[in-house]
Each structure stands twice: as C-alpha cells, then as structure tokens.
C-alpha cells in the first residue's frame, strides 16, 4: 500500500537533547512538508521540501533542521535550541501540481520532560 | 497574502442534526481550497477540494462544501450528524505560486450528542 510513515508514533526526550523525527513516502511524491500541531492553533509550517537536496524554511524553522537526499525520505530534526518542542509533528508530502492536495502521515507526538 | 479564518473553534450538534463549519479566505490570487478532517491522535485526511470547476463539491462521508466567491466563504456542510463525525475539521488555501504551500486555518472540534 502506498502512503506516508512517521515513526514513532510517540517519542519522549529530556530537554537540551536533539531528536529527528523519521518521514518517509512511497507515492513519488516531489514535495514533502512538516508542520507542527499546537493546540487551537491549526497547523503551522517548518520546513518543506520541493525537490531532492533542496527545502526551505517554513513559518517557524527556528530551531529545527532538515535533509532531503531522497526522494522518499525527509527527516526532522528538533535541536535543543527549540524553546517549546513538545507538540504533535506531522509529516505531509504532494504531486507535482498546484492543484493537488497533501497528503498526511499519521504524526509523531514528541513530549520532551 | 493568503488566509483563512474558520469561525467557532467549538461546534456541537445532535445526531441527526445538520452540520455547518464556517470558512473564510482572503486571497489576492483565485484560491484552490481544501476541507480536512483529523481524528484524536491522527493525521490529516482530504474530506474535499475546491480547484476551480464546481462551486458545489463533494467529499467523503457526505460532506459537501460550496464555493462563494463574492463571500469569500468555503463552508462545510452535512445534513444529517453521524457520531462517527465527531473530529476536528480544518480548513486550509492553497498558496498556488512558487513551493504551493497550504494555509490552514485554526480548527473547529465538532461534537456529536445523542
């Protein structure tokens, strides 16, 4: 079946530790995206990626860092210079096309203690 | 710039009920719009989107949402409340030029009451 993994699905770290998240699609999909989930605050974006080695910075990049080497991978990492990581991350990825929707992975909760 | 505003952050209906999330937009180019629904602790699914053919679209589950352009609205509706609808829906623009990002709004949390 095609779609989009995120693992974990929960994830706990103690504070001033880095942590990457894992995305990963098998829909060739060109772009992919990561946002984050507060509550009442929708969803706000941090990075995406539109092709392979080439991603941008998002609404809220500060203290977070990506790669994309493949096509099917974009993996999130949280360093310690993101003040409040705790939140729900979810991974998203989209054909080429602007008419096209996103497509979501399941999320990966990241509470750090 | 691109936005979206969806009014009531907290909506609850009785089962049977008709079911309206309100969504506006503002967008200085015509916008593709886009209703998701997102279950506890999951990601986000495509109920319907607006690309410019049909103002009336149809999505999964029975709902369905109408463009108005001169209202600059995109709200969702269902005639008849299911419990299983119980999730939070968002609303969300499409940004149709350069890396086509997604806007979304804030959430509303439908609740369905016997």
């Known amino acids: 079946d095609g779609g989009i993994t995120q693992s974990p699905k929960y994830l706990f770290r103690k504070e001033g530790q880095n942590v990457t998240l894992s995305c990963e699609q098998n829909?060739?999909?060109?772009?992919m995206y990561w946002y984050r989930q507060d509550p009442g605050q929708g969803l706000r974006l941090i990075y995406y990626s539109q092709i392979v080695n080439d991603f941008q910075k998002g609404d809220i990049a500060e203290g977070y860092s990506v790669s994309r080497e493949k096509k099917e991978s974009f993996p999130l990492t949280v360093t310690s210079a993101q003040k409040n990581p705790t939140a729900f991350y979810l991974c998203?990825?989209?054909?080429?096309?602007?008419?096209?929707?996103?497509?979501f992975g399941p999320g990966t909760r990241l509470t750090v203690l | 710039a691109q936005s979206v505003t969806q009014l009531g952050s907290h909506v609850s209906v009785s089962e049977g009920a008709l079911v309206l999330l309100r969504c506006n937009y503002s967008?200085?180019?015509?916008?593709?719009l886009f209703w998701y629904v997102q279950y506890p602790n999951q990601g986000l699914q495509l109920l319907l989107k607006?690309?410019?053919?049909?103002?009336l679209v149809k999505g999964i589950n029975g709902f369905e949402a109408e463009f108005k352009k001169s209202e600059t609205s995109f709200h969702l509706t269902k005639p008849s409340a299911h419990m299983s609808d119980a999730a939070e829906y968002f609303c969300a623009v499409s940004v149709a030029r350069g890396y086509n990002k997604l806007i979304f709004g804030a959430g509303t949390r439908l609740a369905v009451h016997p």
């Open positions: 967008s200085s180019v015509p916008p593709y």
């Open positions: 607006y690309t410019s053919a049909a103002t």
């Open positions: 998203a990825s989209r054909p080429s096309g602007a008419r096209d929707e996103q497509f």
């Open positions: 829909l060739n999909h060109d772009a």
